[in-house]
Antibody
Framework: EVQLVESGGGLVQPGRSLKLSCAAS????????MAWVRQAPKKGLEWVAT????????YYRDSVKGRFTISRDNAKSTLYLQMDSLRSEDTATYYC?????????????WGQGVMVTVSS | DIVLTQSPALAVSLGQRATISCRAS??????????MHWYQQKPGQQPKLLIY???NLASSIPARFSGSGSGTDFTLTINPVQADDIATYYC?????????FGSGTKLEIK
């Protein structure tokens, strides 16, 4: 059974940093591109970043470029999102999601999400 | 960015057909694929993939769900609607970066 379990969320002040993790199991993690998708309270879904299967390429939405870094450790089957210079508009539930195959494929499995609140 | 437009809400009676539309600001189709996907999200839960590449049913999704469309106009159909289908439905394109989602259509029971 495919499982994606996020951790690392919480309350953080504007301008500070936070690192999210997503532990994957039930599939060969190194075969798939992975992504982070977020959802602000009572709002819709917003793609944040994607990393391809071997970590050699990454893609970001413009609003997080230069502030967020997506990475992966295939030996640990874990996906990360380092979030720096956080802003109030980054407040959201962050989902770890698997691309069905490689980048561009739909998100076929999602974690349960982790809440990030940016507030003073 | 490719903007995906969905109606905010749709009310249908149980046992009837629900048709949810998604219009893209530019084509999301290639010569081989229609790169539009549909997700269901129930309150307090993560999204679930329903339909990929416009018309392909994802694993374990009941045949009551179907998708169609190409270019800029796409449709998700639920027939017949059951009580368990009450949720918000999102379309998503993977034709180009940034990957974008529609704003969601909330399915309500009439």
């Amino acid at each position: 059974e495919v499982q994606l379990v996020e951790s690392g969320g919480g309350l953080v002040q504007p301008g500070r940093s936070l690192k999210l993790s997503c532990a994957a199991s039930g599939f060969t993690f190194s075969d798939y591109a992975m992504a982070w998708v977020r959802q602000a309270p009572k709002k819709g879904l917003e793609w944040v970043a994607t990393i391809i299967y071997d970590g050699s390429s990454t893609y970001y939405r413009d609003s997080v470029k230069g502030r967020f870094t997506i990475s992966r450790d295939n030996a640990k089957s874990t996906l990360y999102l380092q979030m720096d210079s956080l802003r109030s508009e980054d407040t959201a539930t962050y989902y770890c999601a698997r691309h069905d195959d490689q980048f561009g494929a739909p998100f076929d499995y999602w974690g349960q999400g982790v809440m990030v609140t940016v507030s003073s | 960015d490719i903007v995906l437009t969905q109606s905010p809400a749709l009310a249908v009676s149980l046992g009837q057909r629900a048709t949810i539309s998604c219009r893209a600001s530019q084509s999301v189709s290639t010569s081989s694929y229609n790169l539009m996907h549909w997700y269901q999200q129930k309150p307090g839960q993560q999204p679930k993939l329903l339909i990929y590449d416009a018309s392909n049913l994802a694993s374990s999704i009941p045949a009551r769900f179907s998708g169609s469309g190409s270019g800029t106009d796409f449709t998700l159909t639920i027939n017949p609607v059951q009580a368990d289908d009450i949720a918000t439905y999102y379309c998503q394109q993977s034709r180009e970066l940034p990957l974008t989602f529609g704003s969601g259509t909330k399915l309500e029971i009439k």
